[in-house]
């Protein structure tokens, strides 16, 4: 069985940081793209950050660029977000994703992805 599941949201203060995980079962994360999203209230989920699965480069929304960073860890099957310089306006719920073929930077779009994480809440007060 195919599954994500995300850990580590939090409320944080502005300026702070958080590292979000995602772990996966039932599949290999190293072949796949992954990638992270954010539904904020009244908001279309948008894309934060990912890894292709053609050219294994890493994108960003210029909304988290140099703030945000992702990464993997093969030998324990999960991806990270890692969040900081955080703003009021980062408050959204989180989501991991994985997907045999995101290539290049519409890793990036929500459609690309076939499995999807529950959500993780990320709030940021002021």
């Known amino acids: 069985q195919v599954q994500l599941v995300e850990s580590g949201g939090g409320l944080v203060q502005t300026g702070g940081s958080l590292r979000l995980s995602c772990a996966a079962s039932g599949f290999t994360l190293d072949s796949y793209a992954i990638g992270w999203f954010r539904r904020a209230p009244g908001k279309a989920r948008e894309g934060v950050s990912c890894?292709?699965?053609?050219?294994?480069?890493?994108y960003y929304s210029d909304s988290v660029k140099g703030r945000f960073t992702i990464s993997r860890d093969n030998a324990k099957n999960t991806m990270y977000l890692q969040l900081t310089d955080l703003k009021p306006e980062d408050t959204a719920v989180y989501f991991c994703?994985?997907?045999?073929?995101?290539?290049?930077?519409?890793?990036?779009?929500?459609?690309?992805?076939?499995?999807w994480g529950q959500g993780t809440q990320v709030t940021v007060s002021s």
């Open positions: 994703a994985a997907d045999k073929r995101a290539y290049r930077s519409l890793c990036l779009k929500p459609y690309e992805y076939d499995y």
């Open positions: 890894i292709s699965s053609s050219d294994g480069n890493t």
